[in-house]
Nanobody, 121 residues
């Protein structure tokens, strides 16, 4: 199973980006999530979503700014990021599991290669 992220880039603080994750097997996964990792920091949970799209779960640091969604027929999961902050700079990873939504990376079976998001102050 291959997960492919896209949509990263360079943006000024206060700006927005939308990340996408595509896979041919998206509808078979019960839970999917976005994680991120900044240099020198452990990978952290950002947002998670069930197969049906609800409920969704967010890290406190992104609540109210980020929105996770999934489009099973089109095999796409997205992360809309608004009001980006310098501290959102990281490599963002798409993850998938046949288990339930979890904020622990060890619970996810499949990972993408990551897409870089850089927010300038």
């Amino acid at each position: 199973v291959q997960l492919v992220e896209s949509g990263g880039g360079l943006v000024q603080a206060g700006g927005s980006l939308q990340l996408s994750c595509t896979t041919s097997k998206l509808s078979t996964f019960y839970a999917m999530a976005w994680f991120r990792q900044a240099p020198g920091i452990e990978r952290e949970f950002v947002a998670g979503i069930t197969r049906t799209g609800t409920p969704t779960t967010y890290a406190d640091s992104v609540k109210g700014r980020f929105t996770i969604s999934r489009d099973n027929p089109n095999n796409r999961m997205s992360l809309q990021m608004l009001n980006l902050r310098f501290e959102d700079t990281a490599t963002y990873y798409c993850a998938a599991t046949w288990g339930t939504v979890s904020d622990s990376e060890g619970d996810y079976h499949f990972w993408g290669q990551g897409t870089q998001v850089t927010v300038s102050p």
